[in-house]
């Protein structure tokens, strides 16, 4: 009898890897994927690891295909940028044993960046998508994944969105199958893509695309639930819910595989039904496919390009209404902000005091942005920090960025820093370079990486030494220093500024989240000494309050006794005390 459970749609995705017969999986950590390859971790038959960065993911899982096991690479939309430039080749030489490589989009910007959608990029690198529905689709598409990648001799993305990550719903288990590994046998012309090659792989690819298109029609991901015939709508993964909640008499045609489409399977709903939606996230891309073979539909002149989708959306549309599940609440804005404790806070109190402006990156410490802090200028990209900040030096001279410094984490600088430091140091460049080392990929929740001494599978490694990396590049002046000594981060910082010398400072101390923290002290303030100046209000510590008198108060529960609020308190109103 066939066992059932409740499963995530990232814990179904791992599930689905382990029962194809996956032997290894390459990831970097990025909501909404990064559980992923966590619950992945769980399964011994399968090799897991954190790579430094998404391209070097994807090319670990290129280099087992060729050798013939089935691999997989995992990220988040993002992520996909910068893999794609294996991705667009990868496609070009094929696969030896399976490949599937997910990629998490985004709507309604969660943790990212930008909304942009994964579709697009599978389209121009002529690779298949499978997008599922829910966490049992999740977990039967990476298998077939596999299935089309050997058949058709390609990688194959499986595309899933937030809520379909992070959403729950019952999954069928099935048994793993142990995959024979395929024979590698050496073919510069499949596997080297020098021109004489890519010029008989382009062939070989648009082919395998038109093959692929033409048997779309007949793919039980692919399926027509006729209804109502006055109204149809053509949709994929979780808004394919959304239309089934709202409209269960329509006719839809589901689509499972949303790249290539199914022309012929289109074009027949479309002739059985009046009026067709197109209702699909992000970007119209099914919709100008559809508009581009003649047919007239209804898309995004209804339906938004922006954000998550919902029944309500959907509601709106059609009907002029609401239904209000719940009865709406007027609750206060509650923006991210730094932790209590953070390390982050106190290199931007200093930052802030100095009124000196951050080149900033991707991380917890964005959050610098946002008042009362407000020292982060620019977040673009991961790694972009350190780049634009050499950018602003040449373009606007040495002086210009006396006032300003790049800030990226530890995480961050493995993943795409360290080619941008090279470059100020080969570029002759003199500005400061601030690593936030906290110990870990905070933003995705506390995920190892090259320089914290443990593996994915949190096994014991050689930690590499940022300082040592740094002097390796060739970095004149580097600095270590403890985050919450901000006295001496004062006084290097102001010095590093003022010089002629590229600087590479890094402030060093765990994040207060890191399992294993202890906090056996906590700060509080003394009434009677508290003159309401508000100094130690300025760093933005959560766990600090004014009272109706105006005094400051300290949240017991909430403070670890990092002393931050301390320094700025000019009359010793703040003591740290013992917790009891």
């Not at 998490?104 to 930008?114: E, F, H, I, Y």
């Not at 829910?134 to 596999?146: I, M, P």
């Not at 015939?229 to 979780?238: E, L, R």
């Not at 370079?433 to 443990?454: C, E, F, P, S, Y």
């Amino acid at each position: 009898m066939a066992t059932k459970t409740i499963m995530l749609g990232n814990e179904a995705i791992a599930r689905g890897a382990y029962e194809a017969g996956v032997k290894l999986s390459s990831a970097y950590p990025g909501t909404p994927s990064t559980e992923i390859s966590e619950y992945l971790a769980a399964y011994d038959e399968v090799y897991t690891e954190w790579a430094p960065n998404e391209k070097v993911a994807a090319e670990v899982a290129i280099g087992a295909s060729i050798s013939g096991v089935r691999s997989m690479a995992c990220m988040k939309h993002v992520g996909l940028n910068v893999a794609s430039d294996p991705l667009y080749t990868f496609s070009y030489t094929g696969v030896g044993g399976g490949a599937v490589i997910v990629v998490a989009d985004d709507p309604g910007l969660a943790s990212s960046q930008n909304e942009q959608d994964t579709r697009m990029i599978a389209r121009a690198a002529h690779v298949p998508v499978l997008e599922p529905s829910d966490s049992q689709e999740a977990k039967d598409f990476v298998k077939l994944g596999y299935e089309i990648s050997e058949k058709y001799d390609t990688p194959v993305i499986l595309r899933t969105t937030t809520k379909l990550a992070h959403s729950q719903s019952a999954v069928e288990l099935g048994d793993r199958v142990e995959v024979e590994d395929k024979k590698y046998e050496r073919n510069v012309s499949k596997y080297v893509m020098m021109p004489a090659s890519a010029i008989g792989r382009h062939l070989v690819v648009e082919d395998r695309e038109n093959r692929l298109a033409e048997d779309a029609s007949a793919l039980s991901v692919n399926r027509t639930e006729m209804g109502d015939t006055k109204i149809g709508f053509i949709t994929s993964g979780i808004a394919y819910q959304y239309v089934k909640e709202v409209c269960p008499e329509a006719s839809v045609l589901k689509l499972g595989l949303v790249n290539p489409l199914p022309r012929k399977l289109i074009e027949e709903f479309i002739s059985k039904v009046e009026t067709v939606y197109v209702f699909e996230e992000l970007e119209p891309v099914i919709e100008e496919q559809v508009r581009a073979w003649g047919f007239d539909v209804k898309g995004k002149e209804l339906f938004t390009r922006q954000g998550e989708y919902s029944a309500n959306l959907l509601r709106r549309v059609l009907f002029g209404k609401d239904e209000a599940v719940f009865e709406k609440q007027d609750a206060p804005a509650r923006p991210p902000i730094l932790c209590p404790g953070c390390p982050h806070r106190s290199v931007f109190s200093v930052l802030n005091k100095l009124k000196i402006h951050a080149a900033g990156d991707i991380g917890c410490y964005t959050l610098g942005a946002v008042a009362p802090l407000g020292v982060i200028d620019t977040t673009i990209c991961m790694g972009a920090s350190i780049s634009s900040l050499h950018g602003m030096e040449k373009a606007k001279g040495k002086d210009y960025v006396k006032n300003w410094v790049a800030a990226i984490g530890d995480s961050t600088f493995l993943h795409t820093g360290i080619n941008s430091l090279i470059n100020m140091v080969y570029n002759k460049a003199t500005g400061t370079v601030i690593i936030l080392d906290n110990r870990t990929t905070g933003m995705t929740g506390h995920q190892d990486h090259a320089a914290t001494g443990k593996t994915l599978k949190g096994e014991e490694t050689y930690a590499i030494d940022l300082a040592a990396l740094c002097r390796a590049v060739g970095v004149p002046n580097v600095i270590e220093v403890n985050a919450f000594d901000v006295k001496e981060l004062e006084a290097v910082i102001k010095e590093s500024v003022s010089s002629d010398v590229l600087t590479v400072i890094i402030t060093k101390s765990p994040c207060v989240l890191l399992k294993g923290q202890k906090f056996p002290n906590r700060c509080e303030v003394d009434p009677d000494v508290c003159k309401k100046c508000g100094m130690c209000m300025k760093i933005g510590c959560p766990a600090m309050t004014r009272g109706a008198d105006g005094k400051v108060k300290i949240d017991p529960t909430m403070c670890n006794g990092c002393g931050l609020c301390k320094n700025y308190c000019k009359f010793g109103a703040i003591k740290t005390v013992a917790k009891a």
